[in-house]
Antibody, heavy 117, light 107 residues
């Protein structure tokens, strides 16, 4: 059974960089059959797709975040990561990692990241 | 970017009711649409992919249909565990986008 687990700081200061890692167990990220994605959800609001990365290294990002976001894969650790620079309070959200193909079929439990000084 | 508009944004229904949620796209596409269910405090759960394919393990009371700019999620007989928020997502083209959500509440 595939499992995904987000990890990273729960509190980030304004203007700093948010970095999260998703550890994948029960399957390999080294497959182009799937994309690996980050999605976020501000408290009490809807879902926002941040970006997706493929094993090939191709990445796709939400245009509203594209200037501040990057994603990477670490196949040796079976992990993938997201970095979001110059954060503001508007970036406060639960961040989910997920695996997708026709839809995102496996999700992490999510991690709350609060941007505050 | 393809924008998705869900309606209604919320609804009240009783156990046993038939419920239909609509997702309208700003540009047409064939079938690359998914539906998710989210219970508070939990990650979304994939219900339907490719507009009408039922994800493994999802009860058959859930069904999806549509193409072009009009898609629907139907729950044929609402169960207590179905009270949740439902989201559509288009996977036809990047950037991927979600609808705003439909909250299904107990009447």
């Amino acid at each position: 059974q595939l499992q995904l687990q987000e990890s990273g700081p729960g509190l980030v200061k304004p203007s700093e960089t948010l970095s999260l890692t998703c550890s994948v167990s029960g399957g390999s990220i080294s497959s182009n059959d799937y994309y690996w994605a980050w999605i976020r959800q501000p408290p009490g609001k809807g879902l926002e797709w941040i970006g997706s990365i493929y094993y090939s290294g191709n990445t796709y990002f939400n245009p509203s975040l594209e200037s501040r976001v990057s994603m990477s894969l670490d196949t040796s650790k079976n992990q993938f990561s997201v970095r979001l620079t110059s954060v503001t309070a508007a970036d406060t959200a639960v961040y989910f990692c997920a695996r997708g193909r026709g839809g995102a079929d496996y999700w992490g439990q999510g991690t709350l990241v609060t941007v505050s000084s | 970017a393809i924008q998705l508009t869900q309606s209604p944004s919320s609804l009240s229904a009783s156990v046993g009711d038939r419920v239909t949620i609509t997702c309208r796209a700003s540009q047409g596409f064939s079938s690359a649409l998914a539906w998710y269910q989210q219970i508070p405090g939990k990650p979304p759960k994939l219900l339907i992919y490719d507009a009408s394919s039922l994800e493994t393990g999802v009860p058959s009371r859930f069904s999806g249909s549509g193409s072009g700019t009009h898609f629907t999620l139907t729950i044929s007989s609402l169960q207590p565990e179905d009270f949740a928020t439902y989201y559509c997502q288009q996977l036809n083209s990047y950037p991927l986008t979600f609808g705003g959500g439909t909250k299904v509440e107990i009447k």
